[in-house]
């Protein structure tokens, strides 16, 4: 069954460092997402990207983060500068036409 | 914009007893509504969805849920728990492709 995949599982990194979440969307989805989970929080959205642009950004979504699908399968966040309030479980999800995300397993990064 | 209201942050069930887990949407016009579990440190898994189709849907492990537009719920149940099933739950709401989740709900299953 296909299915979306990330990496890293686990990333740790020292504040104000880049850090780059990568994720393979199910190869015939149209539209991607990434949401965030801090502990003991609930799941938060992020951005959502469609036709290689952001099709919608939260709040949380500031001039730190950014988003690419530089190859047409890897579908990329980047944060600029980490701070430790970045630290969370952050999950890619795809999708078509239907509604229904399909996730990955989450990355988890820790800012220390 | 869509919110998703997940009443009862925790709930403990003896094993055995039913599960019931209540989740109430916002929106005039019903989205798409879905259930996600998560167990400890892995990622969220669909548990079941409903799209407008029969308004009582199963999903997988038992669990069933019921959309009654009236009263904008979408409530998830399993007649038995089992202790595999504690875990978090996610009520989460679909429009335009935008997915909205509820706070969760954190089930344990007491032997």
């Known amino acids: 069954e296909p299915e979306v995949t990330q990496t890293p599982s686990h990333q740790v990194t020292q504040m104000g460092q880049e850090v780059i979440l990568r994720c393979v969307p199910i190869?015939?989805?149209?539209?991607f997402y990434w949401y965030r989970q801090i502990l003991g929080q609930k799941v938060e959205f992020l951005v959502s990207f469609y036709n290689n642009e952001i099709s919608e950004k939260s709040e949380i979504f500031d001039d730190q983060f950014s988003v690419e699908r530089p190859d047409g399968s890897n579908f990329t966040l980047k944060i600029r500068s980490t701070k430790l309030e970045d630290s969370a479980m952050y999950f890619c999800?795809?999708?078509?036409?239907?509604?229904?995300?399909?996730f990955g397993e989450g990355s988890r990064l820790t800012v220390l | 914009a869509q919110s998703v209201t997940q009443l009862g942050s925790h709930v403990s069930v003896s094993e055995g007893a039913l599960v019931l887990l209540r989740c109430n949407y916002s929106?005039?016009?019903?989205?798409?509504l879905f259930w996600y579990v998560q167990y400890p440190n892995q990622g969220l898994q669909l548990l079941l969805k409903y799209t407008s189709a029969a308004t009582l849907v199963k999903g997988i492990n038992g669990f069933e849920a019921e959309f009654k537009k009236s009263e904008t719920s979408f409530h998830l149940t399993k007649p038995s728990a089992h202790m595999s099933d504690a875990a978090e739950y996610f009520c989460a709401a679909s429009n335009d492709y935008k997915l909205s989740f509820g706070a969760g709900t954190t089930v344990t299953v007491r032997a």
């Open positions: 999800a795809s999708t078509t036409v239907t509604g229904e995300l399909f």
């Open positions: 190869s015939n989805h149209l539209y």
């Open positions: 929106s005039s016009v019903p989205p798409y």
